[in-house]
């Protein structure tokens, strides 16, 4: 179905990622292969190579031979391509182009002209496998990133492709939405189509992938079949600079008390305009004052709200936040506390690295500057616009700004969503050096291997309200396969 | 109040969208081309600058078209706030000139919400009741080139994604002590500093937009299917009659401009 041999690629603007040197890719119909690998290796580029998107939209020099269903790929455009193959980004704010979900599930079908009466049963059962039929005059804006990325998949499965190409379908997912997509990926399988998939988390796809390739700077360099990835443990993945192959025990706190020094959070509640139950109830939580505080959750826990209260967003959310005995209102809340949002491209302003850290700090002197810089590793890009930089720079950026605050409560929305073990590490040693430096530090994420490198004490949201808290037990990144 | 009201609606106008597509004929409830033709009708009748009384009651029915529309999709609130709007705006424009000094200011208020209330009404409820697939297939009936149908529904989608875009970053602004009241304060530094996060943030979104629409076959070779069908029956006929009504009175009451 998909042959590839000996691929070369080169970008012709080269900040558009990895390019390949030498890539072979040979999968059959009903195969699911994984290509993984550290960030910039080249998995991204090779699924653009199998959509089309390599040469047509991202041009560069493109060398060897490559075709996909029998059709070369360097003579069919995407739009072309797209009745064989279908492909869902790991973004699920971008990947819908009209409004509603019914629009948006016919829309790949409609466009590749396919039979109207066939496109209209297709739409309503996939509406009822995705569970969104009761969403489908839905506005996919109200709809939660997990759902959105369900439409994502479903629109691209109404026009029966054969080959499916999936670039890190999971990085914004909570664990729920994750089997979901392990369950629709089965059921391409089954359906004898092929599936690739470049991702940094693997563990969803055990027992589904029949082969897993590891790329480093644009070659597959190992292959592993089905028994060696199930037989490998962390410690070994960790070696190639992979992410645990296998699920991580849920995290479980333990049932003992906050400890001496607390932070203490009352009367947090939020109901939407128009909605019945409240979004968020917190009539009171205690924290420890010391160490990494990591709130999970799946989408729609409350978590967002909470998030923005914290931080005093909310200007209609109550709650007084208690730290070293001093009452927190909204205001105070929003004059000592630093959001590090997802998206850190909503929170950088200004025209250099500089600027920015000194709009956090406008009194503070250029050596204290410096010194902020220097321990983000960002002297070298100091004069740079942030905007030009790296997504993990940016972030680097976005901290430094709440290093240079005198916000002493710092918070972080999914700082490790689509990061590979490497970047997911350094982002867990910031957290710390935060927390060393007395402060504050509040993680909201979804992804269990973050909690487990960093986390001292964990808070679990369902329905707007706290099933469970307590600290848990840090052994260090344990090697043991589930 | 009548501009609270026009902002809630044109928010809501974009994130709520038709029922999916109206039931089993796929046809839709009033064909688009016949929503956009009243939003023309309707512009004619509020926009004319003719002060008669019976250009007042031309408007006045306007509205209650615009009401009787947005009653049909069961947004009996929004139908009764803008027309109370326009009740208000009415009252202004025939009495503030009896109030004392500046305060008869005050009818230019009126005749702004009078002559707005009924066109941002008519127009959110042709956003809010159209799909964009039913748009699509409508316009394509009418033959219009690609290069203006594509364009047309990405300025749909982005509408949404520019609200939501924008409240992150001024979420992150307020956050940040940037606004009035904050340690940053130059409006030219704050205007600066809500644009350009959001340019880049539309740009971003815009590339990945375009590749996953690629992908899923916009822009190809092949003819499209509409999913919606469009087409005229009698709802259409008898909208397009009854707002050429105030249309026709003005014009016979001598077009005054």
Redesign the interface.
């Known amino acids: 179905m998909i042959e590839v041999r000996n691929v070369h690629f080169r970008y012709q603007h080269g900040e558009e990622g990895a390019g390949l040197s030498g890539v072979d890719l040979h999968a059959a119909a009903g195969e699911v292969i994984v290509v993984t690998g550290s960030s910039g290796c080249g998995k991204t580029t090779l699924t653009r190579l199998v959509?089309?998107?390599i040469p047509h939209?991202f041009e560069g020099d493109l060398s060897g031979e490559a075709s996909v269903a029998g059709r070369v790929v360097a003579d069919t455009?995407?739009?072309?391509?797209?009745?064989v193959?279908?492909?869902v980004?790991q973004?699920p704010?971008?990947?819908?182009?009209?409004?509603?979900?019914?629009?948006e599930l016919?829309?790949?079908?409609?466009?590749?002209?396919?039979?109207?009466d066939e496109?209209?049963a297709r739409?309503t059962e996939s509406a009822q496998q995705l569970g969104l039929d009761a969403f489908?005059?839905?506005?996919i804006?109200?709809l939660s990133g997990g759902q959105k990325q369900k439409v994502?998949c479903g629109?691209?499965w109404v026009?029966r492709p054969r080959v499916l190409v999936l670039d890190e379908p999971s990085s914004n997912l909570d664990a729920a939405t994750i089997a979901d997509l392990r369950g629709l990926i089965a059921g391409w399988k089954g359906a004898g189509c092929t599936v690739v998939v470049a991702e940094h988390r693997l563990h969803y796809l055990q027992g589904l992938a029949d082969r897993w390739l590891l790329m480093e700077n644009g070659q597959v360099t190992r292959e592993f079949s089905a028994a060696d990835m199930s037989a490998m443990d962390a410690a070994t993945a960790a070696s190639f600079g992979l992410r645990s192959p296998h699920p991580l025990p849920p995290p479980q706190p333990l049932a003992a008390p906050a400890g001496e020094d607390v932070v203490e959070l009352t009367g947090f509640v939020k109901t939407y305009p128009g909605a019945k139950a409240p979004a968020l109830d917190i009539a009171s939580l205690t924290l420890p004052r010391h160490g990494t505080v990591a709130i999970t959750g799946p989408n729609g826990a409350g978590k967002s709200t909470l998030t923005?209260a914290l931080?005093g967003?909310d200007k209609k959310a109550p709650g007084i936040l208690a730290i070293d005995g001093a009452r927190r209102d909204r205001k105070a809340r929003?004059?000592t506390?630093?959001?590090v949002?997802q998206?850190v491209?909503?929170?950088?302003?200004?025209e250099s690295v500089t600027e920015e850290i000194r709009?956090?700090a406008?009194d503070a002197d250029d050596a204290h500057l410096a010194t902020i810089l220097a321990g983000l590793d960002l002297t070298a890009v100091a004069e740079r616009h942030p905007?030009s930089l790296s997504g993990g720079q940016k972030q680097r950026v976005a901290i430094a700004?709440a290093v240079a605050?005198d916000a002493d409560v710092v918070i972080f929305d999914e700082p490790t969503s689509g990061l590979d073990l490497a970047h997911m590490a350094e982002v867990a040693a910031r957290l710390e050096e935060l927390v060393a430096a007395g402060r504050l530090v509040i993680v909201v994420t979804h992804d269990d291997e973050l909690v487990e490198a960093c986390a001292d004490y964990l808070v679990r949201l369902e329905g707007g309200r706290v099933v469970s808290a307590g600290p848990l037990l840090r052994e260090g990144a344990s090697g043991e396969a589930a | 109040m009548s501009l609270a009201s026009v902002s809630a609606l044109s928010t809501t106008a974009?994130?709520?969208?038709?029922?999916?597509?109206n039931g089993r004929s796929?046809r839709a409830w009033l064909d688009p081309r016949t929503k956009a033709f009243a939003l023309i009708a309707i512009n004619v009748v509020t926009l004319s600058t003719n002060g008669s009384a019976t250009a007042w009651t031309a408007r006045s029915f306007a509205m209650g078209i615009v009401a009787v529309l947005w009653l049909s999709v069961g947004r009996v609130r929004t139908a009764l706030t803008t027309s109370l709007a326009f009740a208000v705006g009415l009252v202004l424009v025939q009495y503030a000139r009896l109030l004392p000094g500046q305060l008869a200011l005050i009818g230019g208020i009126g005749t702004l919400v009078v002559q707005f209330i009924p066109l941002v009404a008519m127009a959110s409820y042709l956003v809010y009741s159209t799909?964009?697939?039913e748009a699509v297939a409508a316009m394509e009936r009418m033959r219009l080139p690609r290069a203006v149908v594509i364009p047309f529904?990405v300025v749909?989608?982005f509408l949404?994604?520019i609200a939501?875009?924008h409240r992150?970053?001024s979420?992150?602004?307020?956050?940040?002590?940037?606004g009035f009241g904050g340690?940053?304060r130059s409006p030219l530094a704050m205007l600066?500093?809500r644009v350009?996060?959001l340019l880049?943030?539309l740009v971003?979104?815009g590339d990945?937009?375009?590749?996953?629409?690629?992908?899923?076959?916009?822009?190809?070779?092949?003819?499209?299917?509409?999913?919606?069908r469009t087409g005229f029956g009698w709802r259409d006929a008898l909208l397009a009659v009854a707002v050429l009504i105030p249309v026709v009175a003005l014009l016979g009451g001598g077009w005054r401009a």
């Open positions: 959509n089309g998107l939209f455009p995407p739009a072309e391509a797209a009745d193959v279908g492909s980004f973004n704010r971008s990947q819908f182009f009209t409004v509603d979900v019914g629009s016919a829309f790949a079908a409609e466009n590749l002209g396919q039979d109207r496109i209209l739409v489908m005059d839905r506005s804006f109200q994502a629109s691209v026009s923005r931080v967003l929003l004059a506390s630093f959001l949002m998206d491209n909503h929170q950088l302003f200004t709009l956090s406008p905007m700004a605050s | 974009v994130s709520t969208p038709a029922p999916w597509l796929g799909q964009v697939s529904t749909l989608r949404p994604t939501q875009e992150s970053i979420d992150a602004m307020r956050m940040r002590g940037i340690r940053v600066e500093y350009v996060p880049v943030s971003r979104i990945e937009l375009t590749v996953s629409a690629l992908t899923r076959g916009l822009g190809g070779s092949r003819t499209r299917t509409h999913v919606s």
